[in-house]
């Protein structure tokens, strides 16, 4: 198993939803998709996002990343309102401190899978020699030890969804948010990076929110919430 000392630990963030309201306008028409929740994920939780499609899930997960802003209502991380901040402080704060897997993998075609992971750590001004340090080991510790020089085309879906998270991994992230992160995956490789994840929120401790339609893959995270009608309701054991 690589050595992911390199790698700063912080703890996971702790997120606090207070009367959160998203909707959009639609033809003249308000179509509500959140409606006042009241939540809170704490340090290094892993939880569990179900709903149907449609249900406002990725919505919900663009709010958290700081990616949209809401309606009404706040978001807090560790008891701060980021979200008010000038937008470089904002953009600086999710770039530092949130990380994104989604269901497709968005890398660079032209680039390596180290590259590839490289590349936010280069953007933020690492050197080449560290930040190629550190994609190696975040590769290694996926099981793409193996693979470092090849370009996505050349893996599999599950190998490049192993490249997506060590790229969403390689800042340190406190906040790690993924998006149906097996949907295109076939049931045996979507299982393997859904256990990926778990083992690594409990290597980091990186605050974990996992939003999927697949409710097996759902029934193993500790923590389960299903959004329906625009709100979150907690999944009992």
């Known amino acids: 198993m690589a050595d992911l000392s390199a790698l700063p630990s912080r703890g996971g963030l702790r997120v606090e ?7 959009y306008e639609l033809h003249g028409r308000r179509i509500p998709v959140l409606t006042g929740i009241d939540f809170v994920v704490e340090p290094g939780e892993r939880l569990g996002l179900v709903g149907a499609s449609g249900s406002g899930k990725s919505t919900m997960l663009h709010l958290l990343g700081l990616l949209d802003h809401p309606s009404a209502g ?6 701060e309102l980021v979200g008010s901040a000038p937008e470089h402080e904002v953009e600086a704060f999710r770039n530092q401190q949130v990380g994104f897997v989604f269901q497709f993998h968005h ?4 680039f390596s899978a ?24 975040l590769l290694e510790r996926v099981g793409l030890g193996e693979r470092l ?13 192993r490249v997506a998270l060590a790229r969403a991994l390689v800042l340190g992230p406190r906040l790690l948010l993924a998006d149906e992160p097996t949907g295109n995956l076939d049931p045996k490789t979507g299982a393997s990076i859904h256990d990926l994840l778990i083992e690594l929120n409990e290597e980091l401790g990186t605050t974990l929110i996992v939003a999927t339609h697949n409710m097996a893959l759902a029934g193993t995270m500790p923590r389960r919430v299903r959004l ?10």
Do not use: C, F, W
């Not at 706040?74 to 008891?79: A, M, N, P, S, W």
């Not at 329906?228 to 054991?237: K, R």
């Open 107 to 110: 890398l660079l075609p032209d």
């Open 228 to 237: 329906t009608d625009g709100q979150l309701i907690e999944i009992a054991e």
């Open 74 to 79: 706040q978001i807090l991380y560790d008891g």
């Open 17 to 23: 939803l207070r009367n959160l309201v998203k909707d």
């Open 149 to 161: 020089e090849h370009l996505p085309g050349e893996l599999s879906g599950g190998e490049q969804q």
């Open 114 to 137: 180290a590259e590839n992971v490289m590349m936010p750590l280069l953007i933020a001004g690492g050197t080449m020699a560290g930040s190629k340090d550190k994609a190696m080991a």
